[in-house]
């Protein structure tokens, strides 16, 4: 086996760490993620918190991906701003992952296109080594160069040869047969080769009992949380970042009796959603800001026709086909503002993987009570990327169905409207099938029965009933989180899976002795303006931190709340998400010597 | 029995043709004694989409183009309902050709009646898919709407009627009613009926038309076959009309879902009831 070494190894003393961060690189169809995966599995079970992200291309092969995973002693929701261990299998890796690497950092590197051309740092430590030939030459498959380089890693992150031994046994186990056998020998060659090439045990990891958390992404957490929280009938068009929501659900919700549904188009999938929800189903669409275009109509429908349904949209660069796979969070105007005519709506804002599971069943809740559309927005990071989080609990679940009538509740009535004036704005509910229920469910205005009406004085009354539904329904959206200390007079304002990058950002500045604090705002409409107006009132200078150009959070917090002079942006719309050192870095900037402050978007 | 919403008078012109396909309609479900509770009509946008307020059942009144899609999910929700989607040519073959064309190919146990008069009405005479050649100065050749339902190996019912025939339209509405409470698929219907305001093809449509159920040589049950004497007919300028086709295959209801399963918007969807079940779900990723 032939083997260079770029330069020699030194002897190391692992150093103890409480958290460990690797980027795993190449091109599309390398199995990066699969040696992101495994090594998540493997942290999990020394009683780690994982967060992992991923950096993929559209398309199927080819491209440079990457995955990040950081584990951690403390629970984390975002990638951090460093590397301890990049694994590349080529060049494009390295220059991707190399500036983020920590001086005392460890590369392992496929050479089997040539040795490394990038030159690092000297402290730096890289093992180079030809893993697609060996893996070719001694297992008839270069795939299998990522087992061979996690045997690798493993090494050099001081964890266990057991423990990687059962890993990759557990995940191939059901495969069984070759895939199994193949793995397994693909790490005894990555050990051997290890050995040989005096890989050393860089890091020392703490190690202790399994903690029995989830790691879920966000739009799987959806996808339980649906389930859980009673819904039957999905339907969706494959989008990304949307997809994993009708896979998973495509896979689960047959076996308790419903159907996921692959329509032809969004059109067709919000209709199906709206048909599933007029029959009394518990029914859900989910799409990405393109999808979220052709849902329009449907979103006008819902609520004109008052009918209960929960549309996910996962955002993603826009506008049009953007960059299909990359993060933003560019549909917030979307989602409260789209459509024509006014009516009612509510958007909920999850933060991170638990938010996903919980706020997914009050949003079917609220759907049901008020009989309305309900968006959950959340962004691409938050819902592809894996968090490690304490288990969903079970007992915490409710279904509540509002005025959704029981046969007896209807027998005892003597006059049934579907559309009936009432006091909250909400009317009782029938559907098909039960006697004495007949009723007209229209897009068309129409009176307390159903039927078209252009009646003025119904009119007037028609669309106050309706948009009356949202003052009540923002008693139960979800409240802001708050973070940091009361006192601080500077503030973060930011919604999605920015909190992850905020807290961490709020670390740094606390220890230059800054202290801020931040409001996560999770209802986006109606926005809670009195929680947002206390906190805009308590501080000198909010930062609205958003990826999007144009501010659209900082944009509807000034038309509803106010404080534009207090207002700053703190924008990224390049395709990825925020690391904490940058958010530090603006906030410095803007309040350090009197620049003029290039954030300034007030 | 509380009081529901009182049955509407159609909003069509006198002598327009959906009378004659709401009176067929009535007439079909009253001999089927299909309980009214247990039926719904989703209706189109248009003149024709007005019809589920003219009957005593339940009603939706879905978007322009969309019934189809809606009312495919009714009927996963609850096969045990009847559902009839009623509309327009345009409504159908325009701005929900596309749904047309996936409804056809999943084959839901749905009836689709479509009243095709050639013309969008409510818009004051534009030309449809299905204009004539000519008809406000259309060039373009018509859509033969069940030429296409033919060309889809999945379709299992296409039938044409005309609301000047009652007799020949009231048997065509009960068998595709059977073919759907059957659950043996997408029961698709057009109905010539004439706009007399706007495209008053009554005259025209009375020569053209010819019943194949009444020609002993046209054999219904055999795609190429049938398809091929359609095509014949429409271009030696006579209309089809009859049950052109019927065949067997799976329905998409039975295709998605579990057999035997409660209809999912009759299940109890109480957090308690599952317990166990949801367990398992979370355990996948711990």
Redesign the interface.
């Known amino acids: 086996m032939t083997t260079t070494l770029e330069r020699e190894t030194r002897p190391v003393q692992p150093k103890r760490v409480n958290e460990i961060r690797v980027m795993v690189g190449g091109q599309g169809g390398d199995g990066t993620l699969t040696v992101i995966s495994l090594l998540a599995r493997c942290l999990k079970l020394i009683g780690l918190h994982t967060y992992d992200a991923r950096n993929v291309l559209s398309r199927i092969r080819g491209g440079h991906a990457d995955g990040v995973l950081r584990g951690s002693v403390n629970r984390v929701l975002c990638s951090g701003d460093a590397l301890d261990a990049l694994v590349a299998f080529d060049e494009e890796a390295v220059e991707v992952g190399s500036p983020l690497l920590e001086a005392d950092g460890v590369v392992i590197f496929d050479s089997s296109r040539g040795p490394l051309k990038k030159r690092l740092p000297p402290g730096v430590q890289v093992y180079q080594s030809k893993l697609s030939d060996l893996a070719g030459t001694q297992l008839k498959k270069t795939l299998l160069k990522n087992t061979i380089s996690f045997a690798i890693l493993s090494r050099a992150l001081g964890l266990k040869q057991e423990l990687v031994e059962r890993v990759v046994r557990e995940r191939y186990q059901r495969k069984g047969g070759e895939v199994l056998e193949g793995n397994m020998a693909a790490l005894q060659i990555g050990f051997r080769l290890a050995d040989e090439i005096g890989v050393a045990a860089h890091y020392s990891i703490p190690e202790g009992a399994e903690n029995g958390s989830l790691q879920v992404v966000g739009d799987e957490a959806i996808g339980i949380g649906f389930i859980v929280g009673g819904g039957r009938f999905y339907a969706g068009y494959p989008i990304t970042p949307a997809s994993e929501v009708l896979d998973y659900l495509s896979v689960n919700l047959p076996k308790f009796g419903g159907a996921a549904i692959q329509a032809e188009d969004e059109i067709s999938a919000i209709n199906m959603a709206i048909g599933a929800a007029v029959a009394g189903v518990r029914s859900m669409t989910a799409t990405s800001g393109p999808g979220q275009d052709l849902m329009t109509e449907g979103l006008g429908q819902a609520a004109e026709a008052e009918i209960p349904v929960v549309i996910v949209d996962v955002q993603r660069s826009g506008p049009s086909t953007g960059m299909p796979t990359k993060h933003e969070q560019s549909d917030l105007n979307h989602v409260v503002f789209a459509g024509h005519g006014d009516f009612p709506r509510l958007v909920i804002a999850p933060a991170d993987v638990t938010d996903c599971f919980y706020l997914t069943i009050d949003a079917l809740n609220l759907a049901e009570k008020y009989q309305l559309p309900v968006f959950i927005l959340i962004d691409q990071a938050l819902a592809q990327n894996s968090q490690s989080v304490p288990p969903f609990d079970l007992s915490k679940v409710r279904v509540e169905r509002g005025k959704l009538l029981s046969q007896t509740e209807l027998d005892s009535l003597p006059v049934y409207k579907r559309y009936e004036f009432s006091s909250d704005g909400i009317s009782r509910r029938t559907v098909p099938g039960m006697s004495g229920g007949f009723s007209q469910i229209t897009g068309n205005e129409h009176n307390e029965w159903g039927m078209v009406s252009v009646n003025t004085e119904n009119r007037e009354k028609m669309m106050r009933k309706r948009m009356l539904k949202v003052e009540l329904a923002k008693t139960e959206m979800p409240r802001a989180r708050f973070y940091g200390s009361q006192d601080a007079k500077i503030g973060f304002v930011s919604f999605g899976s920015n909190v992850g990058p905020i807290l961490e950002a709020m670390d740094i500045l606390a220890a230059k002795n800054l202290p801020t604090k931040f409001l996560l705002v999770r209802s986006l409409h109606p926005l809670h303006e009195d929680e947002l107006a206390q906190f805009l009132d308590s501080v000198d200078t909010a930062f609205v931190v958003e990826c999007n150009l144009s501010g659209q959070l900082a944009g509807l917090i000034r038309r509803e709340v106010g404080f534009a002079n207090k207002i700053f942006g703190i924008n990224r719309f390049d395709g990825h998400s925020f690391r904490p050192h940058e958010i530090a870095q603006r906030v410095l900037e803007e309040l350090g010597p009197k620049t003029g402050g290039n954030s300034r978007n007030a | 029995?509380?009081?529901?919403?009182?049955v509407?008078t159609p909003i069509w012109c006198p002598g327009c043709g959906d009378f004659g396909v709401l009176a067929a309609l009535k007439k079909a479900l009253a001999e089927l004694r299909i309980p009214?509770?247990?039926?719904?009509i989703?209706g189109g946008i248009g003149c024709s989409g007005?019809i589920?307020?003219d009957i005593?059942?339940?009603?939706?009144?879905?978007?322009h183009g969309?019934l189809l899609?809606?009312?495919?999910?009714?009927k996963?929700?609850?096969p045990?309902?009847t559902v009839i989607a009623a509309g327009g040519d345009g409504d159908g073959y325009a701005i929900g050709g596309?749904?047309f064309?996936?409804a056809l190919r999943r084959n839901p146990s749905i009836v689709y009646l479509v009243m095709n008069n050639g013309t969008y009405g409510l818009t004051k005479g534009q030309p449809s898919p299905t204009a004539q050649i000519g008809f406000e100065g259309t060039k373009e050749i018509p859509f033969e709407p069940v030429l296409m339902a033919l060309s889809l190996r999945s379709s299992t019912f296409v039938a044409r009627g005309f609301s000047g025939n009652q007799t020949q339209l009231v048997r065509l509405i009960k068998e595709a009613i059977e073919h759907e409470s059957q659950g043996k698929g997408f029961a698709f219907l057009d109905v010539l009926s004439p706009c007399v305001t706007y495209n008053d093809t009554y005259a025209e449509w009375r020569k053209a038309v010819v019943d194949l159920n009444a020609d002993p040589d046209f054999d219904n049950t055999n795609r190429s076959k049938s398809f091929q004497h359609i095509l014949e007919t429409i271009v030696s300028g006579r209309i089809p009309t009859g049950l052109l086709y019927r065949g067997e295959g799976a329905s998409f209801e039975r295709n998605?879902?579990?057999p035997g399963?409660?209809p999912?918007?009759?299940?109890d969807?109480?957090?308690e009831r599952?317990?166990e079940?949801?367990?398992k779900?979370?355990q996948k990723?711990?």
């Not at chain 2, 005593?56 to 978007?63: D, F, I, K, P």
């Not at chain 2, 899609?69 to 009714?74: D, G, K, Q, R």
């Open positions: 029995m509380p009081e529901t919403f009182p509407a009214p509770k247990d039926t719904i989703v007005h589920h307020n005593q059942v339940y009603g939706y009144h879905s978007l969309r899609t809606t009312a495919t999910a009714v996963l929700a609850n045990r309902l596309n749904h064309l996936h998605v879902l579990l399963s409660e999912m918007a009759l299940q969807i109480s957090p599952n317990l079940s949801y367990k779900l979370l990723f711990a």
